[in-house]
């Protein structure tokens, strides 16, 4: 009867299962990437104006935003003055 060594036979299941794995994640990536490139070319995005956050913008502040950041501003002063007591 032949002895099998099962550190040898642990460590080539371990090798062709990461094999595998990594076999399967590359050509994934290919798959998705080939993906992307032909949604890009058949289905283009619509170019948006860029809008920076930081800039104002031309839209006037309107009464119910004055009035949310007034009631925003009284209660973070009403809790400041009164969360020591």
């Known amino acids: ?14 090798a062709l299962g990461m094999g595998i794995v990594f076999l399967f ?8 990437k080939l993906q992307a490139f032909l949604i890009a070319k058949f289905f283009p995005e619509e170019e948006k104006e860029k809008v920076c956050s930081w800039k104002p913008q031309n ?7 004055r009035d ?3 009631a925003i501003t ?11 007591k």
């Open 74 to 84: 009284a209660a973070i002063i009403h809790y400041n003055n009164h969360k020591g």
């Open 1 to 14: 009867m032949e002895e099998v060594n099962l550190v040898s036979e642990a460590l080539k299941f371990m």
């Open 59 to 65: 839209n006037p502040v309107s009464k119910d935003d």
């Open 68 to 70: 949310t950041t007034a």
């Open 25 to 32: 994640l590359t050509v994934m990536i290919f798959v998705l």
